[in-house]
């Protein structure tokens, strides 16, 4: 089976997950984007309402700052990364979702990392990056790391998008321009 196939047979399983309250109150689930065979898979919080509406991840204004970033730093949002979230289902009114659910969908973001298989694992925000480095962290202390995770994946931790809609300077040492600085330094690594 390819990994396309793996994954959407995967996609199916989750559609009839109800796991949690969150497959209650959800429009769509929203499994990934971008590419099966990408060398970087990029793990957000949770979708948000242009996402349920969608069923596609990081639609909304702070998934098309994402794009934006990525494709200024020269890399293909649809070839170069495979894009998910923590959970795959919406949390009513945007709230940060709980350990409980996460717990509950971990095993498809688990699938999907084993599946693809990626070089790169970039864990955007807090909220993902607590999940795998642990609740303490502080995320203006880790961002531009590198850390290793599952089978030796390269994994690194940028700022969550919505963090930079609300911080819109582009000058050197901002989050944004460090945002850019932490995506280029990826290239290092695939
Ligand atoms: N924020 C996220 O963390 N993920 C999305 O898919 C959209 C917004």
Not at 2 to 9: A, G, V
Not at 84 to 99: F, G, H, S
């Amino acid at each position: 089976m390819s990994k396309s196939e793996e994954l959407n047979r995967l996609k199916t399983k989750c559609i009839e997950c109800r796991a949690c309250e969150l497959g209650k109150t959800r429009k769509n689930i929203v499994f990934s984007d971008g590419s099966a065979d990408a060398k970087i898979l990029l793990i957000g919080e949770a979708p948000g309402a242009d996402e349920d509406a969608s069923g596609i991840p990081f639609v909304g204004r702070a998934g098309k700052l994402l794009t934006k970033l990525i494709e200024d730093c020269g890399f293909s949002r649809k070839d170069d990364f495979y894009i998910c979230n923590t959970v795959k289902c919406r949390p009513p009114e945007n709230r940060v979702p709980t350990d409980e659910e996460k717990k509950l969908c971990e095993n498809f973001l688990l699938e999907q990392i084993k599946t693809v298989n990626p070089k790169v694992i970039v864990l955007c925000g807090a909220t993902s990056a607590k999940s795998f480095l642990g609740s303490k962290i502080k995320i203006s202390q880790i961002r531009g790391k590198w850390y290793k995770l599952f089978n030796n994946i390269d994994t690194t931790v940028i700022f969550h998008p919505s963090y930079l809609l609300r911080n819109h300077s582009e000058e050197h040492g901002s989050p944004r321009w460090l945002t850019k600085q932490d995506l280029l330094k990826i290239k290092e690594f695939i």
